[in-house]
């Protein structure tokens, strides 16, 4: 975790929101699935899995809350009504940047390569 948080904390960059577009990543590697992996784990303060092509056919990322347990580790009865976390991937044309939907905040995804997604995949 610490590695993951070191990554994370070195990816992030005043990134304008100026002439940003949704985004889907293309060509992943080792290395951009390790950069968002890393962001990501570090935004929520948990270890995430991610499907190997999270954002590469849509440019949201959805991560939903883990579900709470009863004393016996059992999941605990009744709803959980909590929203998962929402996530979005713009490109600016050169750089790659995941935002946070929660507070907005924008964070670079270093070794990530992006295009602007398709009207039907960016944006609502």
Do not use: W
Not at 23 to 30: K, R, T
């Amino acid at each position: 975790m610490a590695v993951a948080g070191g990554l994370a904390l070195g990816a992030c960059k005043n990134v304008a929101p100026d002439a940003n577009q949704p985004a889907l990543i293309v060509e992943p590697s080792d290395a951009s699935r390790a950069a968002l992996q890393a962001t990501i784990s570090g935004l929520l303060d948990t270890d995430v899995a991610l499907s190997g092509n999270a954002l590469t056919e849509t440019s949201f990322l959805f991560i939903e809350r883990r579900v709470p347990r009863s004393l016996e580790g059992s999941p605990a009865k009744g709803r959980n009504m909590e929203m998962p976390y929402r996530f979005t991937l713009l490109t600016n044309g050169t750089d790659c940047v995941l935002v946070d939907e929660r507070d907005g905040s924008r964070h670079l995804l270093p070794d990530t390569k992006c295009v602007v997604a398709d009207g039907d995949s960016g944006q609502q």
